[in-house]
């Protein structure tokens, strides 16, 4: 079992950027790929990047190019660098392992992208 506590939403102009970071209580060494994911009311939670444990990253075609996934696995982080922020961003952020396990959900980080 382990907490996932993310941290780094906000309000931001379009265009702006925000740093995400999803700390660990435990070691993720262990855990071969981790993901951030969003959600927006009303819709289902959709995978937005994953990042395997060499460093491997995939992203969904919506944030290719904008957003940059990584972890850092001495300090049991896994962070999502987004740049270029779109109104459509909007959601709130969590991570998870990938696949997603239920027990894992945390409170995720509200991201508000408006003008």
């Given amino acids: 079992q382990v907490q996932l506590v993310e941290s780094g939403g906000g309000l931001v102009q379009p265009g702006g950027s925000l740093r ?4 660990a209580s435990r070691s993720i060494f262990s855990i071969n790929v981790m993901g951030w ?4 009311p009303g819709k289902q939670r959709e995978l ?3 990042v395997t444990r060499g460093g ?3 992203y969904a075609d919506s944030v290719k ?3 940059t996934i990584s972890r850092d696995n001495a300090k049991n982080t896994v962070y999502l660098q987004m ?3 779109k ?3 909007t959601a709130v952020y969590y991570c998870n392992t990938y696949p997603p396990l239920t027990t894992y959900w945390g409170q995720g980080t509200q991201v508000t ?3």
Avoid: I
């Fill in 20 to 23: 995400l970071s999803c700390a």
């Fill in 48 to 50: 937005v990047a994953r």
């Fill in 37 to 40: 994911y969003r959600q927006v």
């Fill in 113 to 115: 992208v408006s003008s």
């Fill in 83 to 85: 740049n270029s922020l």
């Fill in 56 to 58: 491997t990253t995939t």
């Fill in 87 to 89: 109104p459509e961003d």
């Fill in 65 to 67: 190019g904008r957003f």
